[in-house]
């Protein structure tokens, strides 16, 4: 073996030794990190442009993509409809859907100290579901009112959670996740229910929305929806160091200089905002905020400054692998991507739950 492939070698090993240690986050490791989940990302946004009941090839699918973001207009093609403007816009909103709920699970897992806490456990995504059947009911020439109540709903959703677990002792993982599963139960019962009774077409179709679904491609809501995903992640991203305090205890972040109710109203404020948009335009995908958060911790630690981009970043991932498994799994018909998560995070929620 030669010398250079011996040094090639050598440099991968240090680069793989780099990447999976748990270490402290600094600025060279969350760089390492994100820069290999977004090179990951990358080659599966192209995966899922290819894959479909009509598959594209990949060199097809890179010219498309090199054709339409870097110039050279010419006369559209039926594969370049197809990746350009049927699977394009789903697949980025499989990217905003995946990041946004993988950061709104990291945000109540980290508030709640709970690992079971996630939008769609706790009834959050039932609240934002009805919000956004309302908008659709009364203000259906106005798309925008659609994210608004659905943040909303999610946003009441949230508060009443909260108060309902919060017994003598403090708030319990017990009474955290019945509070959830109850108005969760209450709140999808109430969608069904106003689903079946209101005369109006454009509710009746819905009903696949409520399970997941991409298909829509952010209805013309995409750039709002990449515009608040992004903002909130900023956001949530500038409060990483105080949440790492608050993870240790409310008592030591306040002595340390934190101001924990500040941070505890931003931090809902944002999960229900990020929960609400996704709900608006793509239903209910449950258990993205439960599988990635905890993934990202096993391998890489509990610093939210690296949990916050790589959840963000791995969830965009888990979430189009499972919208291109919905759409190819039994082609031409199509399952909901909410039904691929649920088969996912079902077990892994039961896992964790006999663990709490």
Not at 15 to 20: D, K
Request: proline share 6%; net charge positive; aromatic share 6%.
């Amino acid at each position: 073996m030669s010398r250079h492939h011996l040094a090639t070698v050598d440099s991968h090993r240090a680069f793989w030794r780099a990447l999976c240690e748990r270490g402290p986050a600094t600025p060279q490791k969350v760089a390492l990190v994100c820069g290999a989940l977004a090179l990951l990302l990358l080659l599966v946004t192209v995966f899922a442009l290819h894959l479909g009941s009509e598959p594209v090839p990949r060199e097809v699918v890179a010219e498309v993509l090199r054709t339409h973001l870097f110039g050279g207009a010419r006369e559209p093609t039926p594969s370049e409809i197809i990746v350009w403007r049927i699977r394009g816009p789903r697949v980025l909103l499989g990217l905003a859907a995946g990041a946004a709920l993988a950061i709104a699970g990291v945000l109540l897992q980290a508030l709640l100290r709970n690992p079971l806490a996630e939008p769609y456990v706790l009834g959050i995504s039932g609240g934002a579901a009805l919000g956004a059947i309302f908008a659709v009911m009364g203000f259906a020439e106005l798309p925008p009112m659609r994210p608004l109540l659905a943040f909303t709903g999610a946003a009441l959703t949230m508060a009443l959670v909260y108060a309902m677990s919060r017994g003598r002792t403090g708030i319990s993982t017990e009474r955290l996740v019945l509070a959830g599963l109850i108005l969760a139960t209450l709140l999808w019962s109430a969608v069904a229910l106003v689903l079946a009774l209101v005369p109006n077409p454009h509710l009746r179709g819905l009903t696949f929305w409520m399970m997941g679904d991409l298909s829509g491609g952010g209805d013309g809501l995409l750039p709002l929806v990449f515009g608040i995903v992004l903002g909130a992640a900023i956001l949530a991203y500038g409060q990483a160091r105080r949440l790492n305090l608050l993870m240790v205890g409310e008592d030591d972040a306040r002595v340390l200089g934190v101001d924990v109710e500040r941070v505890k109203k931003m931090a809902y404020l944002l999960a229900s905002l990020l929960t609400g948009v996704i709900v608006s335009v793509a239903g209910a995908i449950g258990f993205v905020g439960l599988l990635v958060p905890h993934l990202v911790r096993l391998l890489w630690g509990s610093d939210n400054r690296l949990v916050i981009p790589a959840a963000a970043l791995s969830g965009a991932i888990l979430v189009v692998l499972a919208d291109a498994v919905a759409r190819t799994a039994l082609a031409p018909r199509e399952l909901p991507v909410g039904a691929v998560m649920a088969s996912l995070g079902a077990p892994f929620f039961i896992f964790l739950l006999r663990r709490a």
